[in-house]
């Protein structure tokens, strides 16, 4: 299944302009969608930063969400 999902979205993120650390669309653009699995990792991950960014994170994602 998520090497069938691998092989069909390659060419769509061959061709994307994003790149880690960007996240113009995500903020300026529109809303991005998470599946429950997506935003259980994220925020099993947020977990494991150090603190200080573990509370600008959560910050922010609180004053995203409103």
Known sequence: LYRDFEDKARPYREAAVCAAGCADCCINVGN??????EGWL????????????SAR???LLDENAR
């Open 42 to 53: 994220i925020v099993e991950r947020i977990k494991t930063m150090d603190p200080a960014r």
């Open 57 to 59: 994170l959560w910050r």
């Open 32 to 37: 991005v969608d998470a599946v429950t699995l």
